[in-house]
C-alpha cells in the first residue's frame, strides 16, 4: 500500500492516477472527505499533513508513503522527525519527498528551511528514501490564465531569464517509479523541464497552442513583489524572485535526472499547455 499525500494537486494527481493504472493499492490523503476526480477505486483518507496525528492511522500497514509540503506547511510546524517517527512506528518502508531544486543551489534562503528541515529528517530516519528536488513547475503558468482568458496578456518579470520549468505530471511520473521500484534507495534527483525558456518564450508557446495572439507585459521587480505579496509570504516572494531574476548558472542547465530514471526526455512546456489548455480559453 502506497499512501500519497498532497493527492490533489500538479503532481499528486498524476501520481494517483500513475499508480492505480499500475495496479498498487493507493491511498489518496485530502483535508476534504471527498476530493472530486480522483480515479475509481482509489481510497479516500481525510487526514492534514499539518497535523501529523491524523496521519498517523492512515500509514498503518503502508509500505511507501510521499511526502509532499503544499502552501503553508511548508512553514513552521511540528519537527519534521516526529513524522518520520510515525511513519516507522507504522510499518512504512519506503519514503519519497519533494523538496526543490532550491534546497541543494541556496542553502541558506529562510523560504526553504523547512524543506531543508524534511530533507535532513528522512535522511536520518533510518528508512529508504528517495528526495525529488523539482526546479519551477511549469504549472506555475496558471498564475497567467486569467488575463490570458480575458485580455490574452501574459504579465512578468523578467521577460527572458530562461529556467528549465518542469511538467508536474514528469515529477508524478518519477515519483511513482521510485514509489514502487527498489533502485533508488539514497538518491537525491534533480528534476527538470527538457530546455530553459524564459517567460516571454512560454508566453509564445501558450499563444502557439491557443492558435490566438498573447501579448507580453514585462512588469518591474518592484511591481511583480507587490503582486504576489498579495498572496505569499514576504521570504517566498523574495526568494521566489532571487531565482525568477537571478538564477545562478546550474539553476539554468537541464539536468539528466528525469530521463535516467524514466529512460524518456522531460515533457517540453507545450505539453503542459496543450493539457491544460481549457485553463487559458
Ligand atoms: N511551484 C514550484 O515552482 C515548485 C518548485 C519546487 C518545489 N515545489 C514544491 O512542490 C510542492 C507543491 O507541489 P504541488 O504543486 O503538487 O502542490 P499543490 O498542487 O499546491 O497542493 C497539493 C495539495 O496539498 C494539499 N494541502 C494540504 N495542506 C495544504 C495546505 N495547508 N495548503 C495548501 N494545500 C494543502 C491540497 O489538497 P487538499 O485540499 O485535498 O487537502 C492540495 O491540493 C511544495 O512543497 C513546493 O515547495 C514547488
Same mark, same amino acid.
Given at each position: ?96 519527498? =519533494? +523538496? ?44 497567467? +490564465? ?55 518564450? $512560454? ?16 512588469? +518591474? ?28 548558472? =546550474?539553476? $539554468? ?29
Amino acid at each position: 500500500m502506497i499512501v500519497v499525500t498532497g493527492a490533489t494537486g500538479n503532481i499528486g494527481r498524476p501520481l494517483v492516477a500513475a499508480l492505480a493504472q499500475a495496479g498498487e493499492e493507493v491511498v489518496a490523503v485530502s483535508r476534504s472527505a471527498q476530493p472530486a476526480g480522483l480515479p475509481g477505486g482509489v481510497r479516500v483518507a481525510q487526514a492534514d499533513l499539518g497535523n501529523f496525528a491524523s496521519i498517523a492511522p492512515v500509514l498503518e500497514g503502508a509500505d511507501a508513503f510521499f511526502i509532499l509540503l503544499a502552501g503553508e506547511l511548508n512553514g513552521p510546524g511540528e519537527a519534521a522527525t516526529n513524522l518520520l517517527d510515525i511513519a516507522k512506528r507504522a510499518g512504512v518502508k519506503r519514503v519519497v519527498l =519533494v +523538496s526543490s531544486q532550491l534546497s541543494g543551489t541556496r542553502s541558506d534562503t529562510p523560504s526553504h528551511n523547512r524543506l531543508r528541515e524534511f530533507e535532513a529528517a528522512v535522511r536520518a530516519s533510518g528508512l529508504e528514501y528517495t528526495i525529488l528536488r523539482p526546479g519551477g513547475f511549469a504549472s506555475n503558468a496558471y498564475a497567467w +490564465s486569467e488575463s490570458v482568458r480575458t485580455n490574452r496578456t501574459v504579465f512578468s518579470p523578467f521577460a527572458d531569464v530562461a529556467l528549465p520549468v518542469i511538467d508536474p505530471a514528469d515529477i508524478a511520473d518519477v515519483a511513482a517509479v521510485v514509489l514502487r521500484e527498489d533502485d533508488h534507495a539514497g538518491q537525491t534527483y534533480v528534476l527538470t523541464g527538457p530546455e530553459a525558456i524564459g517567460p516571454r518564450r $512560454q508566453a509564445e508557446m501558450i499563444a502557439e497552442v491557443l492558435g490566438e495572439d498573447v501579448t507580453f507585459v514585462e512588469l +518591474s521587480r518592484e511591481d511583480a513583489h507587490a503582486a504576489m505579496s498579495q498572496f505569499m509570504p514576504e521570504d517566498v516572494v523574495s526568494g521566489t524572485l532571487d531565482v525568477l531574476g537571478s538564477p545562478l548558472p =546550474v539553476e $539554468q542547465q537541464v539536468s539528466p535526472d528525469v530521463h535516467t530514471v524514466l529512460g524518456r526526455p522531460a515533457r517540453p512546456f507545450s505539453d503542459w499547455v496543450a493539457r491544460n489548455l481549457p485553463a487559458f480559453k
